[in-house]
């Protein structure tokens, strides 16, 4: 110990050389890091998750059609407690069912639009965050439609709904004969059939590059689930999109309005912008429904999610999980209350009110509480609901199972190289500071290497305490960890400066910093190993929350404790260099 806390520094050219030596592997830990909290968020998410490769389980219980047409409404971003300001919300409870429902963690829009669609919560469908890219190969509200001989239609003011459930066209003979003629057979090919294959229990992401590209492609062989589909972000170009449709005849019409959303990230759900938004949104939805005969027609309004009040989704916090669920027209039953709703629940009901089969890769029920129904259509649907049901889960439970094996050998992998490399780690400091090239300080250390770490996690506690929900619109966790990482780089950049102030020389001064280096990128890099190991992929089911949040926030801890070590020594040497230069 006394050894370790020794205060004579070695030669100059040895702490420098030290200095050097943990700049290569703090250089090297943090770009393995970054990478690693780069990726995190796109390693969550599954082209091709079990249920999209298993057969669609249809029971058709057959039952009568209740109304001629459903519109769907996604207000995204809407919260339960603000809905109750917005008069033609209030007047459609008035006239059916005035109820709630559970969004499903993670609560972001993409996989809950998913959710509400196809039936499939983000844990069994693979979207898990907003940087899903690929279209979803699940059996959604409008594949049965379709297949019912019906017609759907939707309108937006944003682009993300047409693309996310894209399907693949019948194959035309220019796609196989042009390839053969010019020889680009590799080049040609823009199939989604790549992502798919016969087995069910393979539940590994294929995200790759190519697939990706193919689906993006101007000439992608793809075609929009929709009969019409009405993309419209102009100031009132929603209203004058609904209304068209309201005037149509598809007889399911999903209308997805972003603006609530925007106002919550700028804003807060909170806040008066929030609220004058949700307004708004309330008249344009007016406008846009003015057409429909609730005499013959339904009408389901719901959220994705709610806010914050500071604004932010993504975690499982009330104000964000729990969303309106109103219900209107023919079908409905007036007064009555869904029991325990959730998302998933909504694409079953919907089907119900058009007298057709449920999505085939769905886990929700039929909310027949809420619909004008005997008891014979009642029992169908929730006997259809069973069957359905149980066959996915098996489906589901079966691909959880192997994954577990896959999870195991991979964390047992990482476990053996984090131990091996905190052996070496340690091997190398005894090294060091047997040859004085890094001097452990006690007083030094216990003032600046708890700098970065208390100010890192006591920013990110105290803007998002832990939750997903501090993500921005369309951001990244690691991204938005940096900028935290990069504050508190600061606050311990300046402990060390004012720590490393009485020291006179070079080497005294830069065997202290390393010292520094090493306990601080041993701190960020334990825990950073130890979720590496731990949490591996595949990512069959999502991380809590707040495990969420601190994966991605210890792997950028490293990275952000190599860039502080680089910039104290640099500073060293500055310092060193103008002392020099003025003693002349």
């Not at 109820?99 to 499939?120: C, D, F, K, M, T």
């Not at 979720?531 to 801890?557: K, N, T």
Request: aromatic letters at 6%.
């Amino acid at each position: 110990m006394k050894r370790l806390l020794k205060h004579d520094a070695a030669p100059t050219r040895h702490v420098v050389l030290a200095a050097v030596t943990l700049l290569v592997l703090g250089g090297i830990g943090a770009v393995r890091a970054g990478l690693a909290g780069r990726d995190f968020m796109f390693d969550l998410e599954q082209v091709t998750p079990a249920l999209a490769r298993a057969k669609p389980s249809l029971p058709d219980p057959q039952t009568p059609r209740l109304a001629r047409r459903v519109f769907v409404v996604i207000v995204d971003g809407l919260r339960l407690d603000k809905s109750y300001e917005l008069p033609f919300l209030d007047e459609l409870r008035r006239r059916g069912v005035d109820s709630e429902a559970q969004s499903h963690y993670p609560s972001w829009s993409r996989p809950n639009y998913v959710s509400i669609l196809a039936g499939v919560p983000p844990s069994a469908s693979g979207v898990r965050t907003n940087h899903h890219s690929t279209p979803v190969a699940l059996d959604s509200l409008m594949d049965r439609v379709r297949a019912a001989g019906l017609h759907a239609a939707m309108a937006t003011d944003y682009d993300v709904l047409p693309r996310l459930f894209l399907r693949p066209r019948a194959p035309r003979i220019t796609d196989v004969v042009a390839p053969m003629l010019t020889g680009t057979t590799k080049e040609a090919k823009v199939e989604t059939s790549d992502v798919e294959t016969n087995d069910v229990d393979d539940t590994d992401a294929v995200d790759d590059e190519e697939t990706v590209a193919a689906v993006r492609a101007p000439d992608a062989n793809l075609e929009s689930p929709f009969d019409d589909a009405r993309y419209a972000p102009w100031p009132g170009g929603f209203s004058e999109s609904g209304d068209a449709l309201a005037a149509g005849h598809a007889e399911l019409v999903v209308m997805l309005l972003g603006a609530v959303d925007a106002a919550g990230h700028a804003h807060g759900g909170a806040s008066e912008e929030y609220r004058d938004a949700s307004l708004i949104a309330d008249h344009a939805l007016a406008r846009a429904l003015a057409r429909i005969d609730l005499t013959q027609d339904a009408v389901i309004i719901t959220a994705d999610h709610g806010h914050t009040d500071r604004g932010g989704h993504g975690g499982i916090e009330p104000e964000v999980m729990t969303v309106p669920l109103i219900a209107a027209g023919a079908g409905i039953k007036k007064g009555s209350t869904a029991v325990d709703a959730h998302l998933i629940d909504i694409a079953p009901t919907v089907a119900t009110l058009l007298g057709i089969a449920a999505p085939g890769h769905g886990l929700g029920r039929t909310l027949v509480e809420i619909l004008a129904v005997d008891g014979a259509t009642s029992t169908a649907r929730q006997i259809a609901d069973l069957q359905r049901i149980a066959t996915n889960r098996a489906v589901v439970a079966r691909a959880e199972s192997n994954a577990a094996v896959d999870v195991l050998e991979n964390r047992a992998l990482r476990i053996s190289f984090v131990v091996g490399g905190g052996v070496m780690a340690l091997l190398l400091a005894l090294l060091l500071v047997r040859r004085r090239a890094v001097i452990f300080d006690a007083r030094l250390l216990l003032v600046s290497v708890p700098a970065f770490f208390v100010a890192y996690y006591a920013i990110i506690g105290a803007v998002g305490s832990f939750s997903p929900s501090l993500l921005p619109a369309q951001g990244h966790l690691a991204a938005t960890m940096a900028k935290y990482g990069l504050a508190a780089m600061v606050i311990q950049l300046a402990f060390n400066l004012w720590g490393l102030r009485r020291q006179q020389t070079l080497a005294e001064r830069l065997a202290r910093a390393n010292g520094i280096a090493w306990m601080g990128l041993m701190l960020a890099m334990i825990p950073a190993g130890l979720a590496w190991a731990f949490f591996p992929p595949p990512y069959i089911s999502v991380p809590p929350p707040m495990w969420l949040v601190l994966i991605p926030a210890v792997e950028v801890a490293v990275a952000c404790a190599a860039v502080d070590v680089a910039l104290t020594l640099m500073v060293e040497v500055i310092i060193f260099v103008a002392r020099a230069y003025y003693r002349r």
